[in-house]
Nanobody, 118 residues
Framework: QVQLGESGGGLVQAGGSLRLSCAASGRAFSAYTMGWFRQAPGKERDLVAVLGRSGGAYYSDSVKGRFTISGDNAKNSVDLQMNSLKPEDTAVYYC????????????WGQGTQVTVSS
């Protein structure tokens, strides 16, 4: 079992930055692939960024070049640095974990709201 908790959301003006953090507890954090998702009102939940066990990262086209995902195995945490924020980045952001190789994410945080004003 893995328990996840996000923090760092808030209200920011367009062009600004926020850093989201996800704290993990339970089984060895380094054994999981970690992802950040987001869900805007009335829309489906979308994958934003993934951090693999080897440290490789994937980003959706909508955030590539603006967001950076990073992990700290010693602290059991994964962060999402978000720069050059746009109003369309407004959403609830979720941290998730899955056993590497599985298609589905097994564990989810409660989500943190990010609102970008124009």
């Amino acid at each position: 079992q893995v328990q996840l908790g996000e923090s760092g959301g808030g209200l920011v003006q367009a062009g600004g930055s926020l850093r989201l953090s996800c704290a993990a507890s339970g089984r060895a954090f380094s054994a999981y692939t970690m992802g950040w998702f987001r869900q805007a009102p009335g829309k489906e939940r979308d994958l934003v960024a993934v951090l693999g066990r080897s440290g490789g990262a994937y980003y959706s086209d909508s955030v590539k070049g603006r967001f950076t995902i990073s992990g700290d195995n010693a602290k059991n945490s994964v962060d999402l640095q978000m720069n050059s924020l746009k109003p369309e980045d407004t959403a609830v952001y979720y941290c998730a974990a899955k056993v590497t190789g599985r298609a589905q994410y097994d564990y989810w945080g409660q989500g943190t709201q990010v609102t970008v004003s124009s």
